[in-house]
């Protein structure tokens, strides 16, 4: 591992770089790789953010939102760029297997690799870190980067800290979570000094719903929700064929699983959704629950203690009924 002070230097000549980030890329994911993006090219660097996969489009308004490449869309040219490139930035995730097959050629690329990430358990692959689990969100690790570290919090512009903002709003649950530190606030008023607007990002983020959204939302709380009293859990599963049926697209599900986290007495909430390809799970917890343990234990995932997801390659009904398994060994802890 090389000293991170030794990255100014090594970005004082302009490089060749790539930004990645996790796939269905977030708020924190998007508006990290945007900022740092938006930094890095008024420095004179050649930059490509490069996402493994498509995103919301409540992102999509993000300040050069138009020069993001999706992998599986432009898959050769990914490849080249990140082949050919200095320097490649892995933003808000920890480990290559994360990003499915785009992680094989970060891996083999010759460029230096720069993780900037919050979440724990890092695999080690990059060259420079800037890593701790108590950061709020990656894109506070960005303008920490960019104002400790290459001591440039003059080059922070309304661009760059619109995408800040917006990472560290949407991965702190709009400034209610633990990790909302008095710092993180001063933080943040920093960027709305610096020209976020910040009425204008909560309404482009949240208030841009389709009718088939905010119906199908209704959908998944009258008739879908399953609340067990007896374990303080909240489940919510979700068929292909209601994603179908209410025309639900990437990010669309985003939020849903807070929904069953607000009533009170609940601990513990899941959503199920039956992908494509394989069952996603979405865990939220309070207080001390490990979300992230069940993820990882049973279904090949991990993320935070209170807010973490996993995969299954079983039927939907399988995944459900693990639960039925699942919440009696946690029980005890549930009930406390
Ligand atoms: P979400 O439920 O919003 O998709 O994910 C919440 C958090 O869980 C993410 O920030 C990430 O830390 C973690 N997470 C989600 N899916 C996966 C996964 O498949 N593998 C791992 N390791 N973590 C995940
Ligand atoms: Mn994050």
Not at 82 to 104: Q, W, Y
Request: net charge negative; proline share 3%; with cysteine.
């Amino acid at each position: 591992m090389l000293e991170l002070t030794s990255l100014k230097e090594f970005l004082a000549e302009p490089k060749q770089i790539v930004i990645t980030t996790h796939p269905k890329p977030d708020g924190d994911a998007m508006g990290s790789s945007l900022g740092l993006y938006n930094y890095l090219i008024l420095k004179g660097h050649r930059v490509n953010v490069i996402t493994p996969t498509d995103y919301p489009s409540f992102l999509q308004w993000l300040p050069n939102n138009d020069k993001v490449m999706v992998y599986t869309e432009k898959t050769d040219e990914s490849q080249h760029l990140v082949a050919t490139a200095d320097l490649i930035f892995c933003l808000d995730f920890n480990s290559l297997v994360r990003i499915d097959e785009m992680g094989n050629y970060v891996r083999e690329s010759k460029a230096k690799k720069v993780l900037i990430d919050h979440h724990l358990e890092p695999e080690g692959f990059e060259d420079y870190r800037l890593w701790t689990t108590s950061a709020c969100a990656t894109a506070q690790l960005i303008y920490e980067f960019i104002v400790n570290e290459m001591g440039e919090r003059q080059f922070i512009n309304e661009e760059i800290a619109s995408c800040l903002y917006t990472g560290i709003m949407t991965d702190t649950g709009s400034f209610r979570f633990r990790s909302t530190t008095s710092n993180v606030h001063r933080i943040v008023a920093d960027l709305i000094d610096l020209g976020a607007d910040n009425t204008l990002i909560h309404q482009l983020v949240y208030d841009d719903f389709s009718e088939n959204r905010l119906r199908f939302l209704g959908h998944c709380l009258l008739n879908k929700l399953e609340v067990l009293n007896d374990y303080k859990s909240a489940i919510i599963v979700i068929t292909k064929q209601e994603l179908e049926e209410y025309e639900i697209s990437t990010g669309d599900t985003e939020g849903i699983v807070n929904y069953a986290l607000s009533i009170t007495g609940i601990r513990l909430a899941i959503l199920i959704i039956e992908r494509t390809d394989v069952v996603k799970l979405s865990v939220r917890s309070t207080g001390n629950f490990p979300a992230n343990e069940i993820c990882k234990k049973y279904f090949n995932g991990g993320g935070h203690k209170n807010a973490a997801g996993g995969f299954s390659d079983q039927s939907i009904e399988s995944v459900r009924e693990k639960f039925d398994l699942i919440l009696p060994e946690y029980k005890t802890q549930l009930i406390e």
